[in-house]
């Protein structure tokens, strides 16, 4: 492709909006936009009278070329998104994993976070699945078709019930009625499976663009510049692979223990007892392996890795094939078996439990060593954001869980409070400990709540001395300040999600250690397990019973109410999308089941457009990012080669760089990091509001913060009726930055400050200069 010299003085204006998404006609202010570049889930627009501006450079004097990029289909496209909301735990544990403090070159410390959090990421797929057990195989093949009382009212579980007297047909058989009910947590599995493996075609396998090695570069200052980083087919296909084998060996597990347990407690066949002997053996083996493979040495950034890992991707179907013959095994014929009580082996969820209570106590101690090696004044609870997030991510699972098993326990078994009920035995006693300790966590998050009410309320008193010295000159009107100063205060509370996050994953940890502990001490819910103490005792286990139990069963009815309902209506699964806009940013690392990352789409997308750009032309371009759109802004001009980012400013506006991402994941977006950027794209300026809640300033140490941060931008832009505002101008909060005149004004400024001498092509027409490790430019 050769450069047109026409365009030499064409300037472009890279647009990239943030969360909710938008539309191409919003971003341009424009009805008639044509895409230039890209598909359905993320493109490049123009409006139509600019698609062919670099062939009239006249015609753009002293302006640039305003173009869209549109990336919101990536988060809230199909119906198909709604499936999502089943992988929230999943989503979270892998947001815990680039919280890491900055580590400063500790590389046995990070493989150790690193290596906690796959592991805390395993147990939460075979929670998830072993909740598809309980319900599946205890709760209806055990409990219910193994009770003529429950089957009776359940027409549907007639052919593998037994009658009064205890005979039924082929089926009836517990070991049958478990092989077959085995489908459904295989059926869950298979379909974990399928989105991770579809997800990972359209974007863990989107190629960056080839990097060129540069004799100038160094080692990038940040990760988010290294040549892999947005490539992770090789890390999420051997995570895939051994997460699916975890779910298929649990469903083998839960089947095979029982008619093990069965063949070697009643003196059955010999035969039958040494083949559950061998199926046990392989269910370790299967599980030692599985571990093994996750523990394996995670990310390989500094290059791409295009390696297969042919012994693990046969590890699914390895898996599939002892649970067939586990599922044989079982329903060999033994006339004398009975099913009563739970199924054997629930004690499988305290045992998940527990581990997982271990590995985030390790992980926080681990997150701890590191954080004091390298103190960050900014950063999340002390470099603990990681810990207390992963441990979120565990309550996620554990409340889904309960949910599910006592959810459908009631619907068997009649209404009334799971583990009471009439007929059935009911799910086992800690899934009902632990939706107990949902009302007191709730007590404990009121209080933060008030606490934090009253601050906003001392904070807003406090703002509405300071607007009248922003709008001096202006008649004072109580109204208007207190919206104003209202406004400001609540845009605060954003900084102080981390005594919030704290708060919750502290109490959760410790109300969750005290339910296990209850579980495993009394076997009896809670309600039960209080009687006969003192009379206050006793009311309030069975209050935070009755309570739990409903408000877990509110909890599980809203889920699929919102996941109905994103699967029918655009507008829904939009919402939806701004939750994965921001859980979604980073690639698959700690688990291959969470959301795909929608920035390894994005990032090579705006990297390739940049540098294609730019090498043809020889023009200027401002990457002008919003919210989120800022993040990935930033992310690609990492990527970006020193030639080409020469060519490149960066403007961000409502952005959340050092307000969010800085404080959640300093090893990441730190002040090293961002002061690095800085000064690799030698021309950066961030606008924001004191009325967003999202954006905030930069806060470069030293003299580099005025060069980035613009003074907060008025919002409202007038206080009250004016000339030039003759209504009442809105308070914008986080929207509509450029409507105010200062965007413009950096706009050209930036533009100005670019160099004017044109970056050499390439010889032979080799792939553009671009991308890769991020290093300072060559000056």
Not at 334 to 358: K, T
Not at 742 to 754: G, M, N, P, Q, Y
């Amino acid at each position: 492709m050769e450069r047109d010299d026409r365009a030499d003085e064409t300037a472009l204006e890279l647009l990239v909006h943030g969360v909710g998404g938008t539309t191409p006609a919003q971003m341009l202010d424009d009805p008639r936009t044509v895409r230039v570049s890209g598909d359905d889930t993320a493109a490049v627009y123009r409006r139509a009278e600019d698609v062919d501006a670099e062939q009239r450079p006249e015609d753009y004097r002293g302006k640039p070329v305003p173009e869209a990029y549109v990336w919101c289909n990536l988060t809230s496209g199909n119906g198909s998104r709604a499936l999502w909301l089943l992988l929230l735990p999943f989503m979270v544990v892998n947001l815990a994993h680039w919280m890491r403090p900055d580590a400063h070159s500790r590389t046995r410390a990070v493989r150790a976070y690193g290596l906690l959090l796959r592991l805390a990421g395993l147990t939460l797929t075979v929670l998830l699945v072993g909740a598809a057990c309980e319900v599946a195989l205890d709760l209806a093949a055990w409990q219910c078709a193994g009770t003529h009382a429950c089957a009776r009212h359940h027409s549907w579980l007639g052919f593998l019930s037994v009658d009064a007297q205890g005979h039924g047909g082929w089926w009836s058989q517990p070991g049958r009625r478990l092989a077959l009910a085995a489908a459904v947590p295989t059926a869950l599995t298979t379909l974990l499976w399928y989105l991770s493996r579809r997800t990972w075609y359209a974007y863990e396998s989107q190629q960056p663009v080839p990097h060129q090695p540069d004799p100038d570069e160094e080692d990038p200052t940040t990760a988010l510049g290294r040549p892999g980083f947005w490539y992770g087919r090789r890390l999420v296909a051997r995570l895939r692979a051994a997460h699916t084998a975890a779910g298929l060996l649990t469903v083998a597990a839960v089947v095979g223990t029982a008619a093990a347990r069965f063949d070697s407690e009643r003196g059955g066949p010999v035969l039958l007892d040494v083949l559950g002997r061998i199926l046990d053996v392989a269910l370790v083996v299967g599980a030692v392996f599985v571990i093994w493979v996750v523990c394996r040495r995670g990310r390989s950034e500094n290059t791409i890795d295009e390696t297969v890992d042919a012994l693990v991707g046969r590890l699914p179907e390895a898996a599939l094939t002892l649970l067939a013959l586990t599922l044989l095994y079982a329903g060999w014929s033994r006339p004398e078996w009975r099913s009563h009580g739970r199924l054997p082996g629930d004690a499988m969820f305290g045992g998940i439990v527990l581990v997982q209570g271990a590995l985030i106590v390790i992980l926080a101690l681990v997150a701890h060593d590191i954080h004091r090696r390298k103190r960050e004044s900014r950063a999340a609870l002390r470099g603990l954001g990681g810990p207390a997030t992963a441990m979120l991510a565990c309550a996620l699972g554990g409340v889904m869980t309960g949910g599910v098993a006592q959810r459908v326990a009631d619907w068997l078994d009649g209404p009334g409070t799971p583990g009471a009920g009439d007929i059935l035995t009911g799910p086992p006693v800690l899934l009902s400990w632990q939706a107990s300790v949902i009302p007191p966590l709730l007590v404990a998050l009121a209080v933060v709540f008030a606490i934090l009410a009253r601050r906003t309320l001392r904070l807003k008193r406090e703002e509405a001395a300071t607007v009248a010295t922003d709008y001096p000159g202006e008649p004072v009107d109580a109204a208007r300040t207190s919206a104003i100063a209202g406004t400001r205060a609540r845009a605060a509370l954003t900084d102080q999600a981390p005594m919030i996050i704290g708060v919750l994953s502290s109490v959760t940890l410790f109300l969750g250690a005290g339910a296990l502990v209850g579980a495993w001490i009394t076997h009896q819910v809670p309600g039960r397990a209080a009687q006969g103490s003192y009379g206050i005792v006793e009311g309030a286990a069975q209050t935070a019973q009755a309570m739990g139990s409903w408000l877990i069963g509110l909890g599980f009815i809203l889920f699929v109410t919102w996941g109905r309902r994103a699967y029918r209506d655009a507008s829904a699964r939009r919402t939806i999308g701004i939750l994965w806009d921001v859980g979604t940013f980073w690639p698959r690392a700690a688990h291959p089941f969470a959301p795909p990352c929608y920035a390894e789409r994005a990032v090579p997308d705006l990297t390739w457009r940049m540098a294609t750009w730019t090498r043809t032309t020889g023009g200027r371009l401002v990457l002008s990012g919003h919210s989120q759109g800022s993040v990935l802004a930033a992310a690609a001009a990492w990527q970006l080669h020193p030639t080409v980012r020469r060519r490149v400013a960066l403007l961000t506006y409502g952005s959340p760089l050092e307000r969010l991402y800085g404080r959640w994941f300093p090893a990441y977006f730190g002040p090293a990091a961002l002061t690095a950027l800085h000064r690799e794209a030698d021309c950066w300026r961030n606008l924001y509001r004191m009325t967003d809640p999202i954006g905030g300033p930069i806060r470069l140490p030293g003299d580099c913060g005025p060069l980035v941060d613009h003074e907060p931008l008025k919002d409202p832009l007038a206080y009250g009726r004016t000339e030039q505002h003759p209504l009442p101008a809105p308070i914008l909060g986080h929207s509509d930055y450029q409507a105010d005149p200062v965007f413009a004004e950096e706009r050209a400024r930036l533009l100005a400050r670019l160099r004017p001498e044109v970056p050499g092509q390439r010889p032979d027409g080799e792939p553009t200069e671009t991308q890769g490790s991020s290093g300072r430019s060559a000056s």
